[in-house]
């Protein structure tokens, strides 16, 4: 079972595999997401080292985006242990996308209403993306996450769905999480 830390220690989600579980062609695909809970947020970083050419949408840096997973991309879903889940999106130009889902991909707010402040850093191996994500938007209590990457035509994940196609809807087959300081504060 993994264990989202309280910060500033952090939980490493690496992608390193495609979506079927099948290892990834050559050396390019490469990504993490790191999480650390906070009594009122989870913060959530991601990045990906650097494809040939990255795919990014055409909007300002920070810019909430539908449909970020057409680019470069890492997400991350969050899964309550009623089935509702919660889809966070980060892409290669700073750019960011949340959803929140009641089953699989029957989507029940796109937060459109709100914003996240993201900060965005690129090197010359890697970009990242940081952010931090109000706990009254995910499903409570927590039981279930997973991570992916989308760039060049491929698609990554921590932990395989299964399937025939790439589907990272698939909540009931990401491993199980938990966060303790979370269930130290409800209980």
Do not use: K
């Amino acid at each position: 079972m993994l264990e989202i830390p309280a910060a500033p220690a952090q939980l490493a989600i690496d992608v390193a595999r495609r979506w079927d579980g099948a290892p990834l062609p050559g050396p390019g695909l490469c990504a993490r997401v790191l999480l650390a809970a906070t009594p009122d947020a989870l913060h959530v970083e991601a990045g990906m080292a650097h494809q040939r050419s990255p795919r990014l949408p055409d909007a300002p840096r920070g810019a909430r985006v539908d449909g970020l997973w057409d680019y470069d991309v890492v997400e991350c879903f969050v899964v309550g242990e009623d089935g509702r889940y919660f889809e966070l999106e980060l892409g290669a130009g700073g750019h960011y996308l949340a959803l929140a889902f009641d089953a699989p991909r029957r989507r029940v707010d796109d937060f459109a209403h709100a914003s996240l402040d993201v900060a965005w850093q690129s090197g010359p191996e890697a970009w990242r993306v940081q952010c931090s994500i109000p706990r009254a938007w995910l499903p409570q209590p927590v039981a279930r996450a997973n991570a992916f990457a989308i760039a060049g035509g491929e698609f990554a994940a921590h932990h395989p769905v299964g399937g025939t196609r790439p589907d990272f809807h698939r909540p009931h087959a990401f491993p199980s999480v938990r966060i303790p300081s979370w269930e130290r504060l409800t209980s």
